[in-house]
Nanobody
Framework: QVQLVESGGGLVQAGGSLRLSCAAS????????MGWFRQAPGKDRDFVAA????????SYADSVKGRFTISRDNAKNTVYLQMNSLKPVDTAVYYC??????????????????WGQGTQVTVSS
């Protein structure tokens, strides 16, 4: 089992940048595919990005491709989401998640087994 804690959220102006961090404790993060999801008020939780166990493969939602980058430092048991060129539509609670699903870099919520508590990102226009 793994526990996940996100940090790094906040308020930023449109066009700005933020870096989210997800610290894993318990079982080592390298045992899991790691993903980021987000949920805006009144909307479903959506996939943002995911990284394979070794960090070699990544997958992104079309809406963030070219602006967001997922990375991981398995030695520090931490996953990051670098968010550039932020837009007001990126405003949401961002969740870190871990998947036991082997080598697959999943994009579906039901592929993830553990979740953090979320961190708020607000982008002002």
């Amino acid at each position: 089992q793994v526990q996940l804690v996100e940090s790094g959220g906040g308020l930023v102006q449109a066009g700005g940048s933020l870096r989210l961090s997800c610290a894993a404790s318990g079982r080592t993060a390298s045992s899991y595919t790691m993903g980021w999801f987000r949920q805006a008020p009144g909307k479903d939780r959506d996939f943002v990005a995911a990284s394979s166990r070794n960090g070699v493969s990544a997958s992104y939602a079309d809406s963030v491709k070219g602006r967001f980058t997922i990375s991981r430092d398995n030695a520090k048991n931490t996953v990051y989401l670098q968010m550039n060129s932020l837009k007001p539509v990126d405003t949401a609670v961002y969740y870190c998640a871990a998947s036991n699903g082997g080598l697959r870099v999943g994009r579906r919520i039901d592929e993830y087994d553990y979740w953090g508590q979320g961190t708020q990102v607000t982008v002002s226009s």
